[in-house]
């Protein structure tokens, strides 16, 4: 799915590669062995039924997490981040030692992927390690997940793994679930990991069979424009594993292996089998039926080049996540209100929620002003200023340098 504006991507891959080895340089005194690149994401459609073993269908994002990484012999890991406390401030860590609760802070995500390695199997040692990221924290677009993914990248080469893509995706969200202790699903890691430029990725979570869909917005007049509403937020909170608990917890009363088992033709007979008081439970249940059918309602629509149909559903999906699962907030439910009135043609939250980004549909010609007009609503109501960018679908974890 390679197009001709790959040149360009390889030459800011190489410029950027370059710059992350300098930082490695600078911090260590020595040259890494490669440096390595994992995007972030912006889910356009399924949101909270990856671990309902639903459909998802995430974009790479141009911003990602790089990682310049040189092999250590003596098994101590040396993390050190340039978002970090200065070119000194390196995390130093006993590879044999790793424990999931026993390092805190950013670091807690790399080094856990050499723990899930470790644990898997693997026979991995130490490494330096200096990392970079452009994808904004806390925003719902996949940081930790780029940052986990692209260690796992350097790690499976340097060590000559042979891991593939998948593989690298599971070992990355055993990290996350057992190491960092956030119980999230696949999608994240999945599409850091497997996404092509050009496309959305079509993954079933269940037997993780994909399809990448192309999504040639260009061609339609379109831009995906994502709306950071820089509401930071935190999954390992509890609220993200509370509603994890409910879909399981309702499952289990339905008899479903899963919720995603639960047909879309089915689910007011399913809803009514739930007991009477369980009027929280029925939500949840509600909102990972609709949202695989409207999964499925997209792939159609994309497949039938109908891009400008899938903007109303959007706007239905962040509804049932604002109310029946209930993982929105006032701003962004503001920043879909607004880019809604202003012409896009859809909008939605985008991540786990409580906080985060937007996703707005919007024709080409409209982003500037749907920006405009969603700060300026931002502003009146007395936030913090969003920031926009438009999301070009990119590549998937890779080797830069």
Known sequence: MRSGGDALVDLVDAVRGKLEAEGFAAVYGAEPEGVWAAPGRVNLIGEHTDYNDGFVLPVALPQAARAAVRRRTDGVLRLHSAQGDGPVAVVELAVEALAPGGVEGWAKYPA???WALRDAGHVVGGADVHIDSDVPTGAGLSSSAALECVVAAAYNDLYGLGLSAVQLALIAQRAENAFVGVPCGIMDQMASTCCLAGGALFLDTRDLSQRQVP???GAAGLRLLVLDTRVKHDLADGAYAERRAGCERAAGLLGVRALRDVAYEGL?????????????????????????????QVIGLLDAGDLRGVGPVLTAGHASLRDDFRVSCAETDL???????AGALGARMTGGGFGGSVVALVAEGDVERVAGVVAAAFGAAGYGAPRAFTAVPSEGARRVG
């Open 268 to 296: 007011g007979a399913a809803l009514e089998r739930l007991p009477e008081g369980e009027l929280e439970l029925r939500a949840l249940v509600r909102h990972v039926v609709t949202e695989d059918a409207r999964v499925e």
């Open 215 to 217: 999504l040639d917005l």
């Open 335 to 341: 920043a879909v209100e607004a880019a809604v009135a």
């Open 112 to 114: 856990g992927v050499v």
